[in-house]
Each structure stands twice: as C-alpha cells, then as structure tokens.
C-alpha cells in the first residue's frame, strides 16, 4: 500500500508543466519521487539537463558515504567529509557502472551503523548517472540526481512528454543498518517483480569458471549429473553456445544454436538434463554484436558508431542500438525463439562493455543527445515484453559481473551477478558495499575453484561457502576436478543454504564489522524479523598469532527470549547474545570461516 501525491507545476514563462510524482511507502520508509516535464507550448524546447530530485538540508555536517569500484572490485563503500563546492558521483559508460553505483548515502559523523541520521537516495535507473552533492556557503547540503548531463540533449515536440527516472528517497535516524533495511525491504517487495519476486530460486552451477568457452555437451552433461547428485537444482549454459562463438571476437548477434559445438539440438541436451531432475538455463548478450556475425554483416548500420570514424571496440564488440525499434523487434523474435522453442527456466542477461561512439543512424544529428537515454529504454522495452511473455523464466542480470547493478535492472531480473571477481575474501567488500543498498536476495553469489581465477588465492571450501551463501548461492566449477570429500561438503552447504533460505533471503541483513576498515575478521548476521532465528557468519581475514579474541555482539534478537546455539548446543539469552556479546574459538589457518545459528526456544 502506498499514498501517491501529484503536484503539478506552470511555469508562466515558457508555458512548460512539470509534474512531481511522489509515492509514500509507509511501511519500508521510502519515499519515491519522480518528474515529468509536459511541452504544451506552441513549439520544439530542448531539455539541456533532466533531473530527478533535488533534496536540501539546511543544517547539518553531512558525511558522503558512495560506492566506487572497477571491474571486479566492484561498490568499495567509501566515507568521506563533505568539501565545500560540489561533488559528483557519476557514470559517462551508457550502463550504470563498475565504477559507481546510482546511490549515496548522507551520514552525520556520529551516525554509525546503530545510531545516527542518514539519509539515501538511489536512482532507480540503469543508464549514465549522475548525483552532484553540494556543500554551500551556508553549511547546507544539496543533493541532485538523474539521468548524466554531459551526453544529454532531449528534443521535446509540442505536446510531448519527458518522464526522468524514479528516486527512491529514505530516512533513518537510527543509523546505517536501518536505512539498508529501508532499502531491502522496499527493493525485495516493490522493485522485485514477477514469480521469483517471492518464489525460492533454483541453486544453480554455472559452467563458465568451469569451462570458459571450451565446452561440449557431454563435458556439460558431466557437469550437470555431478551437480545433480549433490542437490544443485539447475544447470546454467554460459557463453559460447551460439553462431560462431568460441571466443570474445565472434558470434555475438546470432542467437542460434551451434549444433556442431553442441553434437546436437539444444532440445536434446535440454531433455537429458531434465531427466537428471535439473532445471535448464542459458546466458545472453543481446545488446550486443560482433563484427564477425551474420548480424553485423546484415545490418552494420546497428551497432552505435560515429559515421565516418571507426568505433572504439570493448572486448571486441560493438553495442546494438537499442534505441531502434526494429533492433528490439529483432532481439525479441530471436530470444522469443529460444525460449518459446527449448524448454529453458533461466536467462543470464549479460552487457559487457562500456557505451563509446553513442551514436544512432536513425536520429537526427541535433538529436543524437536522446541516444544514451533512448538506448536502456529500449533495453528496459525489450526486457518488459519478455518478461511479460515469459512469466516463469527467472532472469539474472550481469553486466561484465556488477557493472550494472541497479534498480532498473532489478526490476526485471531479481538477482543480478555481484562481481566477477568470485574470490571469497574479495567478495566480503564488494558484498559488504552492496548491502548498504541492495538485499542479499539481489545478490548472484557462487562457490568457485581454488587458486581462485581472478586472485589466485586460496581459500577453504567452508569459506567460499559461507560467503556465496549470502547472495543467492551457486556454483561456478567443474566438480569433477573436487575429491569426494569436497563434493560432499558441497552437499553439505547446498542443504545448509535451502534450510538457512527463508532466514538469508528475507531475513534482516547487519553488518558486524567494517569490511574495509577492519582487517583481522569480518562478521555479519541475519536475523528473521521476529527474531526466532539468526544466522552469524565469521571469516577470519588476516589470522593473528596469539590472536586477540574474535567477540561479536548479535542484533536484532529479542531481549528476554532464550536461544539455543545449535553447533554448540549452549543456550544464551538474546540480551547476553546482544549487550555481552558471542566469543569465539581461535580460528587458525588461511582464511577460516565460521557460522552459527541460533533459534529462539519455543519456535523450533
Ligand atoms: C561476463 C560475466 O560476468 C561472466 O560471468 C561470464 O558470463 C562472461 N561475461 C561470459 O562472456
């Protein structure tokens, strides 16, 4: 249930309405807000800047806390004084972006993660971005934030509307963790939709770290059968499977089956799956086209390019125009094609590259400023008739790993790939930095091999298990390369994650430690809202000799109840659990990890 106000605006001047839409989310504390800008003057009138919502403060010495990163370190949370004049977060790559997220927090600096004000605002949008903080002479703070200037130049026809993308504004005053719940708890019931808005998601295996792009059917048939056995419940087919695709330079644009690669139709790999009692699914790039596809040789025109100048390339491809309509009308038809003819439950949606050269062939040169903005509206029009044609296919955003993680993509995919980075210990960051804003539900997380590809670092099955289980858990290795025992354990964090899944996935996530700024361990816990359960979670990231005890204090309990701690079989009250705190053992070795649970008596 939500209140809506509308308040329309006239400016006398130039005969221009602005409408200010607000909704008001009670029960999460959100507050949406966005802005129309109606031409019903007698001419053409250019929008040079399209801004969803200012916000000043007129007191205060508001801290700035934003979330900065690059490809496989993505939302390295940073907190920083306010400089007097403006600062700007923004992103100029097409896509919302590894390097920043569309979301700041303003923090007195007091406010921590228990005490405190904060506010947030997060844009519910995919494209460039910018939010511009500006600390003024005054002492006040201004905050504003919508679609990136630097690219933008609308032109609005008389009787046209231009609508600027949703701001979801929220207020905590007691501290950080309340504002992530704000956002969880709106993002999981208002911004999630469809089946798996609620549904559990299936646990998958993805083959990419296991195979990359050298695959066949039978080693994928091996993959899905070990899975199987250890109660993975869907396997993912990553890139390759296409056109010509057997590496980075070709076959993108040509969604169709390599059947040579495949040693035959996808139906019958789909079906012998199946039969194991796995789900079927399979990555996509559609924005996407190489120079070496029929695609590309049929329509060159597509892809975003400067006439005259020769495009940059990013992984050597180019970006579709999305823009055009009958780019989208293509796209729909192939992706309508494969999931209406194979029996596939699950689509990787994956972009992985920066826009350059935004340029479309079908807008007029002074209109070439409408290019960017009119490209993720046709992503986000592509994904809206699939998602409606396709209610029962889950979809996972992906964009190089995190580079698109956003509201706007979740509103068609409920969970979208963290990071590339599958490190555990890396991931302890890039998760904390997520979880300011973003509910663990949201979060594609996976147990891969060791040395880690991207870090090669080793850690303990344990420990990739306990990281990976709080996003959406999977697993992205070739499981015939693990002894029986590491299968085993696996199997093991597979039933741990389906019993633990109602408390993880819709429970209250709290940051214990600071990911960042503590070195030595990194805790965090979920707690069910009516504090019958918790889940405590520990990795040791920097072993001590002689070390100083690791001392946690639980949240979100209930004072007065009894919890029993089930590994140890000891009970606790939730106020000693809370306001005393939880020891633990020495944990040696590399990178140990620990998780705890605890039940409230009575409740079991
Ligand atoms: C980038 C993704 O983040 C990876 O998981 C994988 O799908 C590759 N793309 C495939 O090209």
Redesign the pocket.
């Known amino acids: 249930m939500a209140l809506s106000l509308v308040i329309q605006m006239r400016d006398p001047v130039t005969g221009l309405t602005l409408r200010l839409y607000y909704g008001v989310f009670e029960k999460e504390d959100v507050i949406t807000r966005s802005a129309e800008i109606l031409n019903e003057t007698a001419g053409t009138v250019q929008l040079h800047k399209a801004l969803s919502a200012c916000l000043d403060i007129p007191f205060g010495d508001w801290e700035l806390i934003h979330f900065p990163g690059r490809h496989c370190m993505e939302r390295q949370a940073e907190r920083r004084k306010l400089m007097d004049g403006i600062q700007k977060i923004s992103s100029r790559r097409g896509s919302s972006s590894h390097q920043h997220n569309p979301f700041a927090i303003l923090a007195l600096p007091e406010t921590s993660e228990d005490y405190g004000e904060c506010l947030g605002a997060m844009l519910v949008y995919s494209g460039s971005f910018q939010i511009e903080i500006e600390k003024t002479q005054m002492r006040a703070v201004r905050m504003v934030l919508g679609i990136q200037e630097e690219q933008f130049l609308w032109k609005l026809e008389r009787g046209e509307s231009f609508v600027m993308p949703e701001v979801l504004l929220s207020y905590s005053g007691r501290g950080l963790t309340g504002l992530s719940h704000n956002y969880a708890d709106f993002i999981r019931e208002h911004i999630c939709r469809g089946k798996y808005k609620k549904a559990r998601r299936p646990i998958l295996i993805?083959n990419?770290e296991a195979t990359y792009f050298d695959f066949t059917a039978e080693k994928l048939l091996d993959i899905a059968e070990k899975a199987g056995e250890l109660g993975i419940e869907m396997l993912v087919l990553?890139?390759g499977w296409f056109g010509r695709r057997d590496c980075?330079t070709d076959g993108l644009g040509d969604w169709y089956v390599n059947e040579e690669k495949l040693g035959g139709n996808l139906n019958s790999l789909i079906e012998k799956i199946n039969k194991m009692g796995m789900k079927f699914g399979i990555?996509v790039?559609p924005e996407m086209v190489n120079e070496d596809s029929d695609l590309y040789k049929a329509h060159p025109d597509w892809a975003l390019s400067v006439p005259g100048r020769e495009p940059v390339m990013g992984r050597c491809q180019l970006a579709l125009d999305m823009g055009r309509q009958e780019v989208q009308d293509y796209l729909y038809e192939a992706l309508r094609t494969l999931l209406s003819e194979h029996p596939i439950d699950y689509i990787?949606w994956?972009m992985?590259r920066n826009l350059s050269d935004i340029y479309s062939r079908v807008l007029a040169p002074e209109r070439q400023g409408e290019a960017g903005h009119r490209y993720i509206l046709g992503v986000y029009a592509l994904l809206e008739r699939l998602t409606e044609a396709f209610p029962d296919v889950l979809f996972e955003g992906?964009?190089?790993?995190g580079g698109r993680f956003d509201c706007g993509m979740l509103c068609y995919s409920p969970q979208i790939?963290c990071s590339?980075d599958t490190d555990a210990i890396a991931r302890l960051k890039i998760q904390y930095g997520t979880s300011f804003g973003y509910p663990v539900s949201a979060m594609g997380a996976h147990v891969s091999a060791c040395p880690n590809h991207q870090t090669g670092r080793s850690t303990p099955l344990r420990t990739r298990g306990v990281v990976a289980m709080s996003g959406t858990f999977g697993c992205e290795l070739d499981l015939a390369l693990l002894d029986e025992a590491e299968r085993q354990e696996i199997a093991e964090q597979i039933d741990q994650f389906k019993a633990y899944y109602p408390l993880i996935q819709w429970g209250d996530y709290y940051r214990l430690t600071d990911a960042i700024a503590d070195t030595y361990f990194t805790a965090w816990q979920f707690a069910s809202k009516d504090g019958a359960e918790a889940l405590l979670n520990v990795v040791v990231v920097s072993p001590q000799a002689n070390p100083t005890p690791i001392h946690v204090r639980l949240k979100g309990l209930r004072e007065e109840a009894v919890y029993l701690e089930k590994t140890e079989g000891k009970y606790y009250s939730g106020a000693a659990l809370m306001y005393g705190g939880f020891t633990l053992p020495i944990l040696k070795g590399d990178y140990p990890a620990v998780q705890y649970y605890f039940v409230k008596e009575g409740s079991e």
């Open positions: 993805n990419w990553d890139d980075e990555w790039e990787k994956d992985n992906c964009s190089g790993g790939w590339d």
